[in-house]
């Protein structure tokens, strides 16, 4: 038993709840609830990320009054995210769970327990910008290491999201739109699998592309190195319009499917498709039904009609009829008046009951047509709004640290954390896009049992545990060797 259940001398207690007498104790056999922290620690042990990141961190401490050792600091935050609890708080009692211990490198019971709370803190606070650019390069760096083999070409997807903020936060500001709050604006790049490669805290009056461009410029320059032949695309949404984006992008033969904001002039280029695209309308299925100053309120009846409808098959023919809509592509070569030569632009017309939707982006791409570009490339890049959506899962906007460097750290801990999910569900033969929540429900947060002997640590799983044919494969592709036939 470990010490902090030792030390406890709690008296039992007798319950009056039925006829029979039910006692209660507290002198249990240890026990975890986070049994899937084991998968996370052999991917670390394959893999050396967490190590990696230790190796890129200084240690400002006095030697001699080391009691946590800074990789069992990196290792215990991050399989404390992992198991649904990131805060420096939540220390105070998993500092004594077996699983997250043995994870970190310590023995599960006997072992002394993990850092507290004052500890963590003090690791986050100390952190210097320096140290913060040697652990994001690391990511890139560890991306490379498990790819050994080539990739003959690779799609980065750029993506800002707002991270809210309370209190008196460095950097957290104020803005207006669609946000309507204090918050800070975090960078993230995701390839098309959903790998984690870039995670940078920015300020919350920053833009989607600002910062956008020296972490294009780093990451291409050591993915070049490491893969001279590899073709790169970079996608993005229309809020990464910039000239010196476009022309880093083209001289450096990296292909970019990126969204343009809307102008007039691109109205203008755009005017024949756009009265074709109604006219087609028309012509196919009369004027559009909810346009004008009641449109909402009769697209609402429309869909109060087609939800009430008993029979399937009436209900299927009358949201076909609600959502009737007509698909054109059309391209021209625009140039603006801060770009350095015309680009191909493509614009998508949709008409529909509600009226016309455009949409134009810009692209290097010469070879597909304008359709395949849009819908079979560019469409991809809603992906990363995906993977963002599963990174905050593991509570990564959680940014409370009153210093931006100290919340800079931990969203890169959060990365850390996310990264070894994301290998973990890879494993999972058809769950490559789970996401994160049920990930930790069904895979991390199973109880165990825990025995420690001077010879052996035995983790025992209840035989109810109805994933636990999937558990024990993941596990053997991770190294853990068959001790009886199955």
Do not use: C, H, P, W
């Given at each position: 038993m470990n010490k902090f259940n030792a030390s406890q001398r709690i008296g039992q207690l007798e319950l009056d709840l039925i006829d029979k007498p039910v006692t209660l104790s507290f002198?249990?056999?240890?026990?975890?609830?986070?049994?899937?922290?084991?998968?996370?620690?052999?991917?670390?042990?394959?893999?050396g990320l967490l190590a990696g990141a230790d190796a890129r961190l200084n240690d400002h401490r006095t030697c001699s009054l080391i009691k946590h050792g800074q990789f069992e600091l990196i290792a215990q935050r991050v399989f404390q995210i992992i198991s649904g609890a990131p805060a420096c708080d939540d220390s105070d009692y998993l500092r004594h769970d077996p699983a997250i211990k043995i994870g970190a490198g310590r023995e599960p019971i006997s072992g002394e327990s993990l850092a507290s709370q004052p500890t963590q803190s003090r690791f986050e606070t100390r952190r210097t910008y320096k140290e913060l650019l040697r652990l994001g390069e690391w990511l890139v760096d560890y991306y490379i290491q498990c790819h050994p083999k080539p990739p003959k070409s690779l799609i980065l997807d750029f993506d800002g999201s707002a991270v809210e903020t309370y209190g008196l936060q460095l950097n957290a500001f104020y803005r207006g739109g669609p946000y309507k709050k204090y918050m800070y604006f975090p960078?993230?790049?995701?390839?098309?699998d959903g790998w984690l490669l870039v995670a940078a805290l920015r300020p919350g009056d920053q833009g989607e592309v600002h910062f956008s461009l020296p972490v294009l410029k780093r990451l291409v320059s050591k993915l070049r190195k490491a893969w001279p032949g590899v073709k790169i695309t970079m996608r993005a949404?229309?809020?990464?319009?910039?000239?010196?984006l476009y022309e880093f992008l083209d001289d450096n033969s990296v292909d970019y499917v990126l969204g343009l904001k809307h102008n007039n002039v691109l109205l203008t280029y755009s005017k024949d498709l756009r009265q074709k695209a109604r006219k087609k309308f028309v012509r196919k299925f009369c004027d559009p039904a909810f346009i004008g100053k009641h449109a909402d309120k009769l697209k609402l009846e429309a869909m109060h009609k087609v939800h009430s409808q008993n029979n399937r098959d009436e209900r299927a023919k009358l949201n076909s009829e609600v959502n009737k809509r007509i698909h054109l592509f059309g391209e021209f070569a625009y140039q603006a008046g801060s770009w350095d030569e015309s680009r191909r632009v493509i614009c998508r017309c949709d008409f529909g009951q509600e009226g016309l939707e455009v949409?134009?982006?810009?692209?290097?791409?010469?070879w597909m047509t304008a359709a395949d570009t849009y819908q079979k490339l560019y469409c991809g890049r809603a992906r990363a709004e995906m993977w963002i959506k599963h990174i905050k899962e593991t509570r990564a906007d959680r940014l409370s640290c009153s210093q931006f460097k100290a919340n800079a750290f931990r969203l890169l801990l959060h990365a850390l954390a996310y990264i070894l999910m994301h290998q973990i569900r890879l494993l999972i033969d058809c769950r490559a896009s789970m996401s994160l929540d049920f990930l930790r429900r069904f895979f991390i947060n199973v109880p165990v049992h825990i025995r420690e002997t001077s010879q052996t640590c035995h983790f025992r799983i209840s035989a109810a545990y109805k994933e636990a044919r999937i558990f024990r494969q993941i596990s053997k592709r991770l190294g853990a060797k068959s001790l009886i036939a199955a």
């Open positions: 002198d249990g056999d240890d026990v975890s609830g986070n049994a899937g922290v084991l998968l996370a620690a052999q991917v670390e042990k394959m893999t960078l993230f790049v995701f390839d098309a949404d229309g809020a990464f319009t910039d000239a010196d949409r134009y982006i810009v692209t290097s791409i010469k």
